[in-house]
T-cell receptor, first 114, second 112 residues
């Protein structure tokens, strides 16, 4: 099955700086990569996703890049704000019958210091 | 439009007791999922239902059973609760391939 590794496990940045979280996946056939944000005591919520036919996707201050050759994808948050403080999870899924299972990384706790 | 609704939100059980966690979605999604979330472990898949009438094991199925009651509802049962099952349980649903999963608010379960 798929295996997803996520780094770093914790990240502290000053307000206004950028934050980058990286994930690697094991199965080159994986074709869908969502990112979730989870605030303390809340549900995980999708913030951005990317499919394997695209190298980069951007939504305002958030962007995701995908390097299929190296089997890694990254979340970039620019101009960080205190409300960006949360745990972020990356995930990957295989096509076909494997698409029903979403494999998550262990999460990155982002702290934005005002 | 409530999305994914889980009940109860909190529960305390004694070792050996049984319990069913309920999940319902109103988005007409085909697939439904049960995860558990433990500190430092991320989200781990317990069981999933690709479509109405089917269920399959995920990464950590031992000690759990599921029922896909209809397209809307997917329940998770603990037959004989153990302290190791203390966790936050999330239900999720998804429409089709390469679409995001939508999560409920979670059930915080403590087993003494």
């Amino acid at each position: 099955g798929e295996n997803v590794e996520q780094h770093p496990s914790t990240l502290s940045v000053q307000e206004g700086d950028s934050a980058v979280i990286k994930c690697t996946y094991s199965d080159s056939a994986s074709n869908y990569f969502p990112w979730y944000k989870q605030e303390l005591g809340k549900r995980p919520q999708l913030i951005i996703d990317i499919r394997s036919n695209v190298g980069e996707k951007k939504d305002q201050r958030i962007a995701v890049t995908l390097n299929k050759t190296a089997k890694h994808f990254s979340l970039h948050i620019t101009e960080t704000q205190p409300e960006d403080s949360a745990v972020y999870f990356c995930a990957a899924t295989l096509p076909g019958a494997g698409s029903y299972q979403l494999t998550f990384g262990k999460g990155t706790k982002l702290s934005v210091i005002p | 439009n409530a999305g994914v609704t889980q009940t109860p939100k909190f529960q305390v059980l004694k070792t050996g007791q049984s319990m069913t966690l309920q999940c319902a979605q109103d988005m007409n999604h085909n697939s439904m999922y049960w995860y558990r979330q433990d500190p430092g472990m991320g989200l781990r898949l317990i069981y999933y239902s690709a479509s109405e009438g089917t269920t399959d094991k995920g990464e950590v199925p031992n000690g759990y059973n599921v029922s896909r009651l209809n397209k809307r509802e997917f329940s998770l049962r603990l037959e004989s609760a153990a302290p190791s099952q203390t966790s936050v349980y999330f239900c999720a649903s998804r429409d089709r391939n390469n679409q995001p999963q939508h999560f409920g608010d979670g059930t915080r379960l403590s087993i003494l």
